[in-house]
């Protein structure tokens, strides 16, 4: 069937399309109603049907493949390399699910994940769902004040964490961290599950903290059966930055999940049960979530959790690693390509890469000199994909499995089946229909299976953020620009809001200016997204302070951005570290008082600011243009 076909028929009859499409995965009870959406913009999939996300991951390949391999696991930092198969993986998982029943989890309890890529933090995301416990994975990158906030939202009655993870050979304690989340938390989860990789010390809170071996040994014959939910049961919440300081819980639903995922794996991903999938994020984030765990999984296919680097020992690893697992689809970022970009390219020829079929690319802009250096570097289809934690698959791409059809560098591509997408301007909520016209990407309800349900516990929020952000319509905004150009194809031009993009990581420049302002010199401080060649974005942060005189000089000037950037990796993690903190006595704002931040970028960038009537104090942006054009110190 040609591509247009496919989707015209998800647009047209999207219950006939997604009743096909939900046989790809096992039900318990068939569900009775594909879409009821009769409270728009809540769109409730599969009504009437139950079913098992593990179930569905996991134990329904018993029947065939019990004894291929289901989670490879490489540590380059720790040196560990450990296959499990779907049996292995099945009796693991239920060991995990009794200890975690030990410790008082139920269905529709939430269960924090705060885990470096380690074997159990897979068994433990599965474990949840085969209980019907919800989890919310928090990025291990992310430190105390980040972690406290997530804690406070999801209030999880037990958080499953390890005493470190590693980065480039260097022990990262992650105990201590938590131990202060919880701390500074106002919600205090019961239990604390420990796994312990004997990389560094921990304290131990009598009563809270449980240690898993111990417990594990206890469960070793354990039998836990899937507890089956309802289609719409929540499976995950998952954080993501927005234009606040307060991160939302994306939460995911069950069946809808489910199949999008196995359709994916199908149209889009080209998976094939017994091969091998290799995504290089972190379960942190959506792609691990979709693309690590359960998608693969549910198509039968061995998934590689690889902990390190690109480049560690050297830039062959994960090509070593395609060669050894014969891995058929790869799943990367354009940020890891720039990094192995400066690296010898022979390095991915010397490996036989024959298995690969294609590598797909997401996250960020995919930059064409970094698209094509790929492709000729591999010799292989490089596959951009657009979406967001909220969609949880992509919502833009070139879907291969219904039909193959060439890629546009510089595009994600098309989009795919199920997504009502359109492009709308602005400020009047008009459709754009022709060619090359900058408008809002947005997408009428209902969006399709495996979307976001909600945000966790406040419905509004959902309703306000994502469907009242274009005028005179109730429609999801991904608050991306994009045009489309004649033959149907997308290109994404940015953000509408003030989130940022760093190496992939998705940033709210409202908690990184809230974490700056919580020194104690900061008077104010606006952080912008300024364009990078590494890692497609970097913050930059310019405070005014309490009392200028404290960086006078130079060298105080140094010491207090030194002291600003441990103030953030402490309370969000590194990722969340700005590339520089400079001083100005003033920030460029409306005369209403707005700070103009994309003013700000925009300088930052050597671009025109644009239109600047409204700016209250000319000069307190002519201050940032002297900095930023100034050798740098
Ligand atoms: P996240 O929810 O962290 O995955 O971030 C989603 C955002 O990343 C999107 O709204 C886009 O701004 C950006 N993004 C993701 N994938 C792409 C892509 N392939 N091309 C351009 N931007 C992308």
Redesign the pocket.
């Known amino acids: 069937m040609d591509y247009k076909t496919f989707y015209q028929r998800s647009i047209d009859d999207p219950q006939g399309f997604w009743a096909e499409q939900a046989r790809l995965i096992d039900w318990q009870q068939p569900p009775q109603t594909i879409c009821d959406y009769s409270r728009p913009p809540f769109a409730r999939w599969f009504v009437g049907g139950t079913t098992n996300l593990c179930h569905n991951a996991v134990d329904r390949h018993l029947a065939e493949r019990a004894d291929q391999n289901a989670l490879i696991h490489v540590s380059t930092e720790t040196g560990t390399e450990r296959a499990y198969s779907f049996r292995e993986l099945h009796t693991e998982v239920q060991r995990m699910a009794a200890v975690l029943q030990s410790l008082g989890v139920r269905q529709g309890d939430r269960v924090l994940i705060y885990m470096p890529m380690i074997p159990e933090a897979v068994f433990a995301m599965l474990a949840c769902t085969r209980l019907g416990a919800i989890h919310s994975v928090v990025f291990g990158g992310f430190a105390s004040v980040s972690l406290a906030s997530r804690i406070d939202d999801a209030q999880p009655c037990v958080v499953v964490s390890a005493d470190a993870g590693s980065r480039s050979g260097k022990v990262v304690p992650y105990k201590p961290l938590l131990d202060e989340a919880i701390r500074l938390a106002t919600h205090k989860p019961e239990r604390v599950l420990m796994v312990n990789r004997g990389l560094a010390p921990m304290d131990t809170v009598a009563g809270r903290d449980a240690d898993y071996a111990s417990l594990r040994e206890q469960h070793l014959e354990a039998q836990v059966p899937c507890i089956w939910v309802n289609a719409d049961h929540p499976s995950y919440t998952l954080y993501?930055?927005g234009t606040t300081g307060k991160p939302k819980g994306v939460q995911r639903d069950t069946g809808g999940y489910a199949v999008a995922l196995a359709a994916s794996m199908k149209h889009i991903f080209c998976g094939n049960p017994g091969e091998t999938y290799f995504s290089t994020s972190d379960i942190g984030?959506?792609?691990g979530h979709s693309y690590i765990v359960y998608g693969p999984l549910i198509a039968g296919m061995a998934t590689i959790l690889y902990e390190g680097l690109p480049v560690r020992p050297d830039a062959g690893i994960w090509w070593q690693l395609v060669e050894k697992y014969k891995v058929t689809v790869m799943f990367s970022a354009p940020t890891a390509v720039r990094v192995l970009k400066k690296h010898d390219a022979a390095f991915l020829k010397k490996y036989d890469l024959s298995s690969l079929r294609a590598l797909f690319?997401?996250?960020?802009?995919?930059d064409e000199p970094t698209a094509q250096w790929i492709a000729d570097s591999l010799g292989k289809p490089i596959i951009?994909?657009?979406?967001?934690?909220?969609t949880g698959w992509p919502i833009?791409t070139i879907a291969n499995g219904v039909e193959k059809k060439p890629s546009k560098f510089g595009s994600?591509g098309v989009p795919m089946y199920g997504y009502r997408v359109k492009l709308l301007h602005e400020g009047t909520g008009e459709e754009l229909t022709g060619p090359h016209q900058k408008g809002v990407l947005a997408i009428e309800g209902p969006l399709p299976p495996g979307c976001m349900q909600t945000v966790w516990r406040d419905d509004e929020r959902f309703v306000k953020t994502y469907w009242s952000a274009v005028p005179n319509r109730q429609v999801y905004s991904?608050?991306?620009w994009a045009i489309r150009d004649e033959d149907g194809y997308y290109f994404?031009l940015?953000?509408t809001d003030d989130?940022i993009?760093v190496a992939?990581?998705?940033l709210g420049t409202r908690e990184i200016e809230e974490s700056i302002s919580s020194h104690p010199k900061v008077a104010e401080v606006a952080v912008v997204g300024v364009a990078d060649n590494l890692k497609g974005q970097v913050a930059m942060a310019f405070a005014v302070l309490k009392d200028p005189s404290e960086a006078a000089s130079e060298a105080q000037a140094l010491q207090l951005e030194g002291e600003i950037m441990k103030v953030v990796d402490q309370q969000l993690g590194a990722v969340a570290r700005p590339a520089r903190v400079r001083f100005v006595t003033a920030l460029p704002k409306t005369r209403s008082g707005k700070l103009l931040r994309r003013a700000i970028q925009a300088v930052c960038e050597h671009r025109d600011p644009g239109d600047l009537t409204t700016i209250e104090d000319p000069a307190a942006l002519q201050q940032i243009q002297a900095i930023v054009s100034a050798p740098t110190v």
Not at 361 to 366: K, R, S, V, Y
Not at 384 to 390: A, K, M, P
Request: glycine share 10%; hydrophobic share 35%; charged share 20%.
């Open positions: 993501t930055s984030w959506v792609v690319l997401a996250g960020e802009p995919l951009d994909n657009y979406w967001q934690t909220e833009l994600p991904t608050f991306d994404i940015g953000r989130v993009n992939g990581h998705r």
